[in-house]
């Protein structure tokens, strides 16, 4: 996905939403233990400012909530038109992150269990369910706000600050001792 003009209210709509579905699906993925134990990483997801959904509950006299719920699964709208075409076969990249989106790309390419349209493991149509993407449902994991996409992005990104943070002489000096 390459929006053309960042100016735009709807550019910055579409940007806001894919990086709050970011954060939302980073946070829950720390939440339940499936990102890399790097502490810096997990201290940095940790503070992200993930935003809940209240939800209360009335009985029939609507005077005061019964119960109350707050939960952080709630989707944003991009969230949602990325898994939807993730179900169709299609692939939203943002190629600002141009490594990344290649790099998950080869991954996704490497997953024998991924049933495209006109799998030949797909016996006949009906396999496909209601609509036809729903034999595609693997494909959520390599969109942008997929598992794999993520976690991918966010071990690119720590390498990017170590780097930063060793000094380009120090950079020079550790490929120089690995080239070797």
Avoid at 83 to 91: D, E, H, I, P
């Amino acid at each position: 996905m390459y929006i053309t003009n960042d100016n735009t209210s709807s550019a910055h709509a579409l940007h806001a939403s894919i990086e709050a579905a970011s954060m939302q699906c980073l946070w829950i993925l720390n939440l339940n233990k499936l990102l890399p134990q790097i502490p810096h990483l997990v201290d940095r997801v940790r503070q992200l400012p993930v935003s809940p959904k209240r939800i209360m509950y009335y009985d029939m006299t609507f005077d005061e909530p019964v119960c109350e719920e707050i939960t952080y699964t709630h989707t944003h709208s991009m969230d949602l038109a990325i898994k939807t075409t993730a179900r169709l076969g299609f692939m939203l990249r943002d190629l600002q992150k141009e490594l990344c989106a290649r790099f998950v790309d080869e991954l996704l390419n490497g997953d024998t269990s991924l049933k495209t349209v006109g799998n030949p493991s797909i016996v006949n149509r009906s396999k496909l369910g209601a609509f036809i993407g729903e034999g595609n449902a693997r494909f959520i994991n390599y969109s942008m706000t997929g598992r794999i996409y993520l976690i991918v992005n966010e071990l690119i990104e720590e390498s990017k600050r170590s780097i930063l943070i060793l000094g380009t002489n120090e950079v020079n000096d550790t490929l120089r001792r690995q080239a070797l």
